[in-house]
């Protein structure tokens, strides 16, 4: 266990004090309550570099896969891609509804670049690097890029207003720095242009029934555990209106969806 000088301070509002929450940390993690402003964080995630090869998500996914008792790696596997696809396609309909046709769209926490509808313009970012290398050939075929690194660094390489929209796909759950990314997000993203984000409902009904079971913990992978409130919260001081998406079945729904449009100045 690490001292808590080491601990990282809170994501939403910089306080230094917080409570760990002790089922839901599994030694060496420690999730954490703000004392503040009630947040729900993991204290010591690992740094970028470690991420980039040790815990990127395609591994940790197929380690568990392979661990678990009594089933087959393709059948969950094909399961979750199919449920996917799905989910993107109906998601693909609200993004070129608000972003337009031709939008350029960047996807933060891509993966292998294929998330966005052929009538937007792709652009990416992804940590790991084996992703990274298909995501930006996926790209460049239809007049995007992806570029390789953290998304709360690279975002402030892109130009002021350059995108229509932004997408945060399960993406904000696993970044360290969330002031850092929707600032960067702020200011890349065109006046009337909005940011879509799905994440983990730490306030879902499922969370308050399983506890240390639900599905939105994984560790040391998501860092941050979100409710519609502390996003709300994390949006409006990096300059955002928060709408809900998924409005009907937030309370039972295991993710929030989001979407910001900036403050009016
Ligand atoms: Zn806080």
Known sequence: MLDQSAY??????????????????????????????????LRNPPDYEALEEDFAWEKTY???QDSSKGSTVF???????????????DQNRWFVKWFGTGGKVLDIGCG?????APSLVPYGIELSKA??????????????????????????????????????????EHEAEVMKVLKG???????????FIRVPNYSSLNRRVIGPKWCGFRYPDHVNYFTLQSLTNVAARAGFTTQLVNKLTLPVDDNISVLL?????
């Open 261 to 265: 449009r900036k403050i009016k100045t």
């Open 62 to 64: 197929l380690t568990k």
């Open 185 to 195: 997000a702020h200011r890349a993203l065109k006046d009337d242009g909005g940011v």
């Open 112 to 116: 292998t670049g294929d998330r966005l």
């Open 8 to 41: 990282r301070h809170c994501p939403a509002c910089e306080a230094t004090g917080s409570t760990q929450v002790n089922a839901y940390s599994p030694d060496p993690w420690s999730v954490a309550d703000c004392d503040t402003c009630s947040f729900v964080f």
């Open 131 to 172: 992703l990274h290398a298909r995501a930006d050939a996926h790209m460049k075929a239809r007049g995007g890029a992806c570029v390789q690194g953290a998304g709360a660094e690279t975002i402030w390489d892109f130009d002021p207003g350059m995108f229509d929209g932004i997408v945060m796909f399960s993406y904000l």
């Open 75 to 89: 059948s969950p596997l094909a399961r979750k891609v199919r449920v996917r696809l799905n989910m993107f396609r």
